[in-house]
């Protein structure tokens, strides 16, 4: 970083406006907190099963994530294929879509009374694993894109390589790619993750919001932020999200993720 | 069946086209020398099966690896082969002597996974690096790693070798032992296509065969081409320097 290559003031200003609007909200909120019962309000029963659910919905949600984005990433990355662009507009379209809308659709396509829903009885509204799908999709477009971006810096050498000594096409893929792609999937693991643990339009449109197995922690801080009563729960799980994304990131940021 | 390598290539990459004949009786060493972008590389390529062929044939002891006019194209792992690249290109997440086993465990099926790595520990210590057999390859120095290479390819014994300027990056000191672990691991009848850019590989070669733009512009021994007049980049790198 030589001298030379540091913004002019003027731009440096901006910069630090920037920051300050990241900043704001975040002192606001540790602002508003009720501290003297943050414990407490950490360990309400509504909490505790928010956080449960929430636990098992972004969990599973990034594992789904993993599973089918992963070889989603690799076949936009390394094939030539026809359709291609469409597939990858399809794929990451819950990126700029109100998440409320992705909800839609999959309540057109999972819902009670869609065929889905009439082959399995119930559909997926109104159950975790209907908050955990809706989830996934948001959530998935995220480590695609950041895998692909991976697989495209690979040199390609390697896989031809590997070829070249004999290993058959699953093996390279399994010995060669996959862990070349590692860092790749860690970083897309964790934002899905993070986008998974925040997601909120989509779920309550699509799962619903019920205590225990749809309510995640989003919704709980929607709903108790709705009753004067119970704004300072609102503000407390806020500030317990706030510490565990801050916490993971952290964390897995210095220990998973090589730095270039 | 003909022993040895047949080739008649025709291939394009990019705006590049190549267009070569290349012949090498088992057991003999080709150097192949030529300017940058002459289509060195691509030639080396063309033979793993890396790039494929647009027309022509490639033809290995009788077994036809590559002829697009009937459909034949066997994939790189099908071809009893192996490649040094240029680069080395050592796999970053394995340890050194893992790399140097990774083609033992698909060309030589029944050996265990004990045998695999005793052989390649063996290749490791006829180049001259059994010391860092449990490295991972950044902790090694870019004349080790090409070594390590080298190692990789050799110690699966196949019936054609391609060496893409293979000791480019290794210090004087280390090629003469280098050029013995590739003769010492040199399996009866193995063919040897090497691209040079030095005298002393293109001068124990059977054969040099010189490209410009893609087109083969002569073939014959070091010293034959070291001494014709008509091609001065070819006859100073070869000629005779006493």
Request: charged share 15%; aromatic share 4%; net charge positive.
């Amino acid at each position: 970083m030589t001298a030379l290559r540091r913004p002019p003031p003027a731009v440096l200003a901006v910069a630090g406006l920037g920051v300050l609007v990241f900043v704001i909200p975040v002192v606001a909120l540790l602002a508003d907190a009720p501290w003297s019962t943050l414990f407490t309000q950490f360990t309400a029963p509504e909490t505790v099963a928010a956080g449960r659910v929430s636990v098992i919905v972004s969990l599973a949600a990034t594992a789904l994530a993993v599973i089918l984005g992963v070889p989603m990433a690799f076949a936009l990355a390394n094939m030539d294929f026809w359709g291609k662009p469409i597939v990858r507009t399809i794929i990451t379209v819950p990126l700029v879509l109100p998440p409320v809308v992705t909800g839609v659709a999959l309540t057109s396509a999972f819902g009670r009374r869609t065929l889905f829903g009439e082959l399995t009885g119930i559909g997926l509204t109104s159950t975790m694993a209907g908050a955990i799908l809706a989830a996934a999709v948001v959530a998935t477009p995220f480590l695609v894109l950041t895998v692909e971006g991976t697989l495209r810096s690979t040199d390609p050498g390697y896989e031809q390589l590997a070829a070249t000594l004999g290993a058959p096409p699953l093996a390279r893929w399994w010995r060669i790619s996959l862990p070349l792609a590692r860092p790749g999937i860690l970083a897309g693991a964790i934002l899905a993750w993070a986008r998974a643990l925040g997601e909120f339009g989509a779920t309550i449109t699509f799962a619903g919001n019920t205590e225990g197995s749809t309510q995640t922690l989003p919704l709980e801080i929607a709903l108790a932020l709705e009753n004067p009563d119970t704004q300072d729960r609102a503000v407390a799980v806020s500030i317990l999200m706030l510490i565990v994304s801050l916490t993971v990131l952290i964390t897995l940021r210095d220990r998973w993720i090589p730095r270039r | 069946m003909n022993p040895g390598l047949e080739a008649n290539v025709k291939a394009g990459v990019a705006a590049f086209s190549l267009a070569a004949v290349l012949t090498a009786g088992t057991g003999t060493t080709v150097a192949v020398v030529g300017p940058n972008g002459s289509g060195k590389t691509t030639l080396l390529n063309v033979l793993a099966g890396v790039v494929p062929l647009s027309g022509g044939e490639i033809v290995v002891n009788g077994t036809v690896w590559d002829r697009p006019a009937d459909g034949i194209r066997l994939t790189p792992e099908q071809r009893d082969l192996a490649l040094v690249p240029q680069n080395a290109l050592l796999f970053p997440h394995f340890t050194v002597v893992d790399n140097v086993a990774f083609g033992l465990r698909y060309r030589d099926r029944g050996l265990s996974r004990r045998v695999q790595r005793d052989q390649a520990l063996a290749a490791l210590e006829a180049a001259g690096l059994d010391h860092l057999a449990d490295r991972k390859p950044n902790q090694l120095s870019g004349g080790q790693r090409q070594r390590v290479a080298i190692a990789r390819a050799v110690v699966t014994r196949p019936s054609l070798l391609l060496l893409d300027e293979p000791l480019s990056n290794v210090d004087a000191a280390n090629r003469h032992q280098l050029r013995e672990t590739i003769d010492q691991l040199r399996p009866p009848g193995q063919i040897q296509i090497v691209v040079t850019h030095g005298r002393l590989h293109a001068s124990t070669a059977d054969q040099v065969v010189a490209l410009d733009h893609g087109r083969v512009v002569a073939t014959g021994t070091a010293e034959e081409l070291g001494r014709q007049r008509k091609i001065g980049w070819l006859r100073d790198m070869l000629a005779p320097t006493d």
